[in-house]
């Protein structure tokens, strides 16, 4: 089947499916009832559609984007020849997408307000896009399509290529955290399940639709054989994240059967299923008759699987726009329980910080996922014959189960309404998390486990890891100075302004919080103590000088803490503090005598850390200068510190003496 052909095939299934399921989940339904706004009728199917269009784009620009930057090989530093016709196509599917997302806007307006979309006007567009979430999302989203547009034309090196994947990728998730997810109670595990799923499947269904693009290249088997191992883990993520998204809304099994949005979800689940079944086929049958030089029978199968996903992302869209089983709000709706996404917890006791738990998708993946292939990486090092360290194992397994321990973990929930467990949060996160993972050594794991690719021009997770370590960027990063203004910037930028509380407000803002915390202390005990390749080399004495000086800027932060009579993030813990607390100045103090004194057990152990190599390093220093001394003896011929003492004897006769 021709491309062309094909992608009228996949479209209409898509446009046919949205409109049925549309019907049937009672998104358009068009009737007036007296006193209700309604936006009209042009609305209610120009948004699901427009909506279509935009995730269609969305998948298409990924999916290019990733097959000429990862799944093609290169040419040299450069893409390939595909790979550049693939991201000058990208050009124009960025600038639609850019289009299509604040046409949305418009639409989003009329449909919340009730209005139709002609009578809007500009003001109301342009208060929307600035100061109401999804149209900040929106808005968002059009600027980074656009950023997209102008990186596919700035050149064709392999690195400029990984940057714009990667961007697209970030592009498809704002509105992500808007809608039935951000609305719904538990929205910490509803929201990241979402993004989650929607960037899985995009990979997945992008994917397939820009290899079937370069099925005509002469490593195309290659290609494809790279392409299914990113489906399957894509088509697990995918099912995983959905499950648990499916959850949230739809509120009990029974609403499966019970409501229209819950047969939606049933048939999306078939529609998975089938495409599972294809895959495998895929994977037995279609991958070695592709290697024996028939690719068509390959190339059918994917054009039925492009029709099934494209039937799929026509269901996803639709399941958006219907009433869930779950309402998004009630008539008394609890405003600490739409603020937190949970109801406020009881008094603090060891049950409740360690008992009721807050899961959170995306710190559950990144435990589950960075344990699993952190094992792997060991068993594939033991298979081989190669020891590995069991120290740094359970180094990386403790820092991993702290990681998820401390974020989703009842403290969790305290760390959103009490300052001072919120502190206790931000100590571990940047310090003991750290130094674990760091201890782990797993850029040294990696470097070890990972395969080279057959094909030299083919670049696999160990060659981007090394361009990663070799980069400009890193070598700057890597420096002591960096590292530390890093640390040290985000910890005062964070509580003496009013940063805090507005991050605390959004589910993303607080995640990318908590994230940057774990990355601003890796970052710097990995300067200091590391052992993984790819850091500056510097002499230990001045690394112990760099610990003092951060270990200086933490006693100071806490005691600007302590003395400070004004409350961090007022209007926050003002809405959130719980009746059974004590103030929120005796709290704020609480939690900044915990910083002081949690500091003290973490620095100690990483001073005593850089002692060790300073000592080793001294060592080393001298082992190297007595084999010299050794191999200069047996030669006859002089060593450096042989030369050294004579210089130094030389230099005395030299200088002459002076009278008494």
Same mark, same amino acid.
């Given at each position: 089947m ?35 706004p ?14 279509? /269009? ?10 290019a ?7 093609l ?25 850019a289009a ?22 500009r @003001? ?12 900040? &999302?929106?808005?968002? @989203? ?45 929205? @910490? ?20 639709a ?85 690719? +068509? ?8 699987? /492009? ?36 109801d ?53 397994l ?28 931000h ?10 993972l ?11 486990a ?75 005990? +990995? ?14 004495? /001045? ?8 270990? =200086? ?9 302590? @003395? ?15 009746? +059974? ?50 191999? =200069? ?15 130094? &004897? ?11």
């Amino acid at each position: 089947m021709r491309t062309p052909s094909l992608v009228a095939v996949v479209t209409s299934t898509a446009v046919v499916v949205l409109v049925t399921a549309l019907i049937f989940g009672g998104a358009v339904d068009g009737s007036v009832l007296p006193g209700i706004p309604s936006p009209g009728r042009l609305t209610l199917w120009a948004l699901p559609a427009l909506t279509l /269009l935009a995730n269609t784009l969305g998948v298409l620009t990924v999916g290019a984007t990733t097959t000429a930057a990862f799944l093609l090989p290169g040419d040299g530093r450069s893409v390939s020849a595909h790979g550049w016709q693939l991201l000058r196509r990208t050009t124009w599917l960025a600038l639609l997408w850019a289009a299509t997302s604040l046409a949305l806007i418009a639409l989003t307006v009329s449909d919340l307000l009730g209005v139709p979309a002609g009578e809007l006007s500009r @003001q109301t567009l342009v208060s929307f896009a600035g100061s109401i979430a999804q149209g900040q &999302a929106l808005l968002t @989203q059009a600027g980074l399509a656009l950023l997209l547009a102008v990186l596919t034309r700035c050149g064709v090196s392999r690195g400029l290529a990984a940057v714009t994947a990667v961007l697209a990728m970030v592009t498809l998730l704002p509105p992500a955290f808007t809608g039935h997810s951000a609305g719904a109670g538990d929205h @910490q595990v509803a929201v990241t399940s979402l993004a989650l799923h929607i960037l899985a499947a995009s990979l997945w269904v992008g994917g397939l639709a820009g290899l079937l693009l370069v099925n005509r290249h002469r490593r195309f088997a290659e290609t494809t054989e790279r392409y299914s191992r990113l489906a399957l883990a894509c088509f697990v993520a995918t099912a995983v994240t959905g499950a648990v998204n499916a959850a949230v809304r739809l509120g009990s099994v029974q609403a499966l059967t019970d409501s229209r949005y819950g047969v939606l979800v049933l048939l999306k689940v078939v529609a998975l299923l089938a495409v599972g079944v294809i895959g495998a086929a895929h994977r037995s049958r279609t991958l070695p008759a592709l290697r024996a030089g028939a690719p +068509w029978a390959f190339l059918r199968l994917a054009a039925g699987e /492009l029709v099934v996903l494209g039937a799929a992302v026509g269901l996803a869209v639709a399941l958006a726009r219907s009433p869930t089983p779950v309402p998004e709000s009630v008539a008394e709706p609890d405003p600490l329980v739409e603020l937190l996404g949970f109801d406020q917890p009881g008094p603090i006791t060891a049950a409740g910080l360690f008992g009721n738990p807050l899961p959170d998708m995306f710190f559950l993946t990144v435990v589950a996922v960075g344990i699993f292939y952190y094992l792997a990486g060991v068993r594939r090092l033991h298979r081989a014959g190669h020891p590995w360290p069991v120290s740094r194992t359970a180094s990386w397994l403790a820092g991993m189960l702290i990681l998820g321990a401390i974020t989703c973990l009842g403290v969790g929930k305290y760390a959103y309404v009490l300052f001072s467990v919120h502190m206790i949060q931000h100590m571990v996160l940047s310090m003991v998390v750290p130094i674990l993972l760091v201890g782990g050594a797993p850029v040294t794991l990696a470097l070890r486990a990972l395969k080279r690719p057959a094909d030299p021009q083919v670049r696999g997770a160990r060659e981007w890891l090394t361009v990663a370590l070799h980069s400009r960027p890193m070598r700057f990063l890597s420096h002591p100075l960096v590292a530390l203004g890093i640390y040290v910037t985000s910890l005062y930028g964070l509580y003496l302004s009013s940063l805090l509380g507005t991050l605390m407000r959004y589910h993303l803002g607080h995640l990318a919080m908590l994230v940057h915390f774990v990355l601003a202390g890796y970052l710097l005990f +990995w300067v200091l103590i590391g052992i993984d390749p790819g850091r500056r080399r510097v002499p230990p004495a /001045l690394l112990t000088v760099v610990h003092l000086l951060a270990m =200086a800027a933490h006693a100071f932060f806490g005691f600007v803490l302590l @003395q400070s009579t004004t409350v961090i993030a007022d209007d926050w813990y003002t809405a959130v503090h719980p009746a +059974w607390a004590s103030s929120l100045l005796a709290d704020q103090h609480l939690g900044a005598g915990l910083a002081w004194a949690f500091g003290e057990v973490p620095a100690a152990v990483v001073m005593l850390l850089l002692v060790r190599q300073w000592i080793r390093t001294d060592e080393r220093e001298q082992a190297r200068l007595d084999r010299a001394a050794d191999r =200069a003896e047996a030669s006859g011929e002089a060593d450096d510190l042989a030369r050294y003492n004579a210089f130094l &004897a030389a230099a005395a006769r030299e200088t002459p003496q002076r009278e008494p």
